[in-house]
């Protein structure tokens, strides 16, 4: 796995635990911006996309572009093929263009057909749904996002992890048929594995979103207790315990949280 696929999948729970925070800074243009590169990649695909992206990249990453794309026209077997798809991914990822950065790790999975290579697809994606405020482009977004983590699910329905990041996109954005889908997922996914801290952190996290705080501390230790070297549950405790007000257990494992990361 490259360093760029690494941090697609951890930076898409770092977002996400941003979110709860609810901060919203980007101006009327990004999110116009947005709503273009949204419109443009369901119209036209992926090459409007990339073409709409470029404007907004520096000089040195708008090489290192060039240089990959014409490597990438240049090969015709698929394990080339596969090289170059990711490093474009990855340099999208740090240029900070998610949907494109998410195009090109999907156009991997197609190829390879793994679980892995579908659930950093979806992760990516993910991260572009969090990161992004315009609805269009959310929806954009989720939808990727599903068909990764759904692709993944159905190549290894024993990885529970799957599962529940298919949840967490749906707690990211809701179905206006069934906002309660996540819950729904969740609860069934407890039921079914009982002893997996995934599940129990992501229930964690839509109970601090809701401001469910003793909820969140229940469902947080659990999972912190399941797997004390989880690098998640203290971040998230963190949070939870400063939203019940007690700031000695907060800040107790704020500090934990902090030698994790």
């Known amino acids: 796995m490259t360093k760029g696929q690494i941090f697609a999948i951890a930076g898409a729970l770092l977002l996400f635990l941003g979110l709860y925070l609810g901060f919203d800074t980007k101006p009327d243009a ?3 911006l947005e709503r273009s590169r949204a419109l443009q990649a ?5 090459d409007q996309l990339v073409e709409d992206a470029k404007a907004h990249i520096g000089a040195a990453e708008a090489s290192e572009i060039q240089s990959l794309e014409a490597a990438l026209q240049s090969v015709s077997n698929d394990t080339a093929r596969i090289g170059f798809l990711r490093q474009l991914s990855a340099v999208w990822y740090r240029a900070g263009q998610l949907p494109v950065a998410g195009a090109y790790a999907e156009q991997v999975a197609e190829i390879e057909n793994t679980d892995a290579a579908w659930s950093v697809s979806g992760a990516t994606f993910f991260n572009a749904l969090v990161a992004a405020t315009d609805p269009t482009l959310r929806r954009y977004n989720a939808e990727h996002a599903r068909k990764g983590f759904e692709s993944a699910a159905s190549l290894n329905p024993d990885k529970v992890e799957h599962r529940v990041n298919l949840a967490l996109v749906y707690a990211e954005e809701p179905s206006p048929e069934n906002p309660m889908q996540a819950v729904m997922m969740l609860r069934d996914l407890e039921q ?3 002893t997996s801290p995934a599940v129990y952190n992501a229930l964690g996290r839509l109970a601090i979103k809701t401001g469910q705080w003793e909820r969140a501390v229940e ?3 659990k999972a912190y207790s399941l797997d004390p070297k989880n690098p998640n549950a203290p971040c998230l405790l963190a949070k939870a315990y400063e939203g019940l007000g007690d700031a000695g257990k907060a800040s107790a494992f704020a500090e934990k949280c ?4």
């Open 30 to 32: 990004q999110r116009k």
């Open 42 to 46: 369901e119209s036209t695909g992926l």
């Open 192 to 194: 079914k594995f009982p």
């Open 219 to 221: 469902r947080l230790e």
């Open 258 to 261: 902090n030698q994790r990361n």
